[in-house]
């Protein structure tokens, strides 16, 4: 297909996956497998050169480090590949799409993530649709960004979320429109799409020296829990909050625990627990404790996203006060202006 020469990277998954008798396991043979499956599609696919890892995970088990070597090995083979595949757990797949955004900023190809919820050699496989059409959409010469495609929808990758366990249309972008949908023809999304830009600007700093964690609000949740996890020390904290960004504060020690953390130099960013809309601490006088207590409401960006730039900011080696800035700024498209 119009000589593009496209770098697939297999990082695990359940589409190289085969039913053992512990449950879903990675198969023996994945090169094997795909080159059966991509041999009979013909003219139609671009070329392409398979890189499998050695050891191909469950994405459960990625880590901030795997994010950060999915990165070099593209920004290290960046020359020779018009465009790249990533095929990859669904679970954690937002989490890596983010990360590979805000590591390859000002991308010139694309990179396209992808996996599926039913393995490759199995009956009513939506493996062989999300793959040929994800290197397809990588060889289109249209896409300048990392991007999420599955069963039909081609998302950014840092406004994707995992919606669904069961459905094969697993993601959606809840605050962001599709790139394209993908039915007979491809339509794409022309306003949506990030623009060519006019240099790469890849960012890779060392990952996995940091700790980013979430706290989860729920009702009855007992103060004490916040203490025992800001005990821990963490550099970053993502607050779920409810709505549009309320906390519990009738008593008073969350938001005092949430200031002296701050003051501390943790970062302590609020999304919500609703997927869709911006989180605005401070619509309510439950939350407006927490601009006091210097939490930066995180808009629109997902969860998924707000932890990937938490690793990424603190990975470049900003102080605590540049990374509450930086977290607003947009690096690759995560959140609206
Ligand atoms: N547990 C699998 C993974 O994320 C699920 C999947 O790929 O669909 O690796």
């Known amino acids: 297909m119009n000589g593009k020469h496209i770098g697939l990277i297999y990082t695990g998954g359940t589409v190289g996956m085969t039913m053992t008798a512990q449950g879903y396991a990675p198969m023996q043979d994945f090169a094997g497998a795909l080159a059966q499956l991509l041999a009979s599609t013909g003219e139609t696919l671009p070329r392409y050169t398979l890189h499998a890892y050695p050891v191909p995970i469950d994405s459960a088990n990625a880590t901030p480090e795997d994010w950060r070597a999915i990165g070099g090995d593209i920004a290290a083979r960046y020359n020779d590949y018009d465009g790249f595949v990533v095929l990859h757990g669904t679970d954690t797949m937002a989490y890596t799409a983010a990360a590979l955004s805000f590591m390859l900023q000002g991308l010139r190809k694309p990179v396209i993530v992808t996996g599926s919820q039913i393995p490759l050699g199995a009956a009513r496989s939506d493996a062989p649709q999300n793959l040929i059409t994800a290197l397809q959409l990588a060889a289109s010469g249209r896409i300048n960004e990392?991007?999420?495609?599955?069963?039909?929808?081609?998302?950014?990758?840092?406004?994707?979320?995992?919606?669904?366990?069961?459905?094969?249309?697993?993601?959606?972008?809840?605050?962001?429109?599709?790139?394209?949908?993908?039915?007979?023809?491809?339509?794409?999304?022309?306003?949506?799409?990030?623009?060519?830009?006019?240099?790469?600007?890849?960012?890779?700093?060392?990952?996995?020296?940091?700790?980013?964690?979430?706290?989860?609000?729920?009702?009855?949740?007992?103060?004490?829990?916040?203490?025992?996890?800001?005990?821990?020390?963490?550099?970053?904290?993502?607050?779920?909050c409810y709505g549009a960004g309320s906390a519990p504060d009738r008593d008073p020690a969350l938001m005092e625990m949430l200031a002296r953390a701050n003051e501390a130099g943790v970062v302590l960013a609020a999304c919500s627990q609703s997927p869709h809309g911006q989180v605005a601490i401070g619509t309510y006088a439950a939350g407006a404790g927490m601009t006091a207590a210097g939490v930066v409401g995180a808009r629109d960006m997902t969860f998924e996203a707000i932890v990937a730039k938490l690793h990424h900011l603190l990975a470049t080696g900003l102080p605590p006060e540049s990374v509450r800035e930086a977290l607003l700024r947009e690096l690759s498209g995560e959140l609206t202006a």
């Open 146 to 240: 990392v991007a999420v495609y599955f069963n039909q929808r081609l998302l950014r990758g840092n406004r994707t979320t995992k919606l669904s366990t069961e459905s094969l249309g697993a993601f959606d972008s809840p605050n962001y429109p599709r790139l394209a949908e993908v039915g007979i023809h491809a339509r794409f999304n022309e306003a949506a799409l990030l623009p060519r830009a006019a240099s790469e600007r890849f960012e890779l700093p060392a990952y996995g020296r940091h700790v980013v964690l979430p706290i989860r609000f729920v009702p009855g949740m007992p103060v004490a829990a916040v203490r025992a996890l800001l005990d821990l020390k963490p550099h970053a904290v993502v607050l779920q």
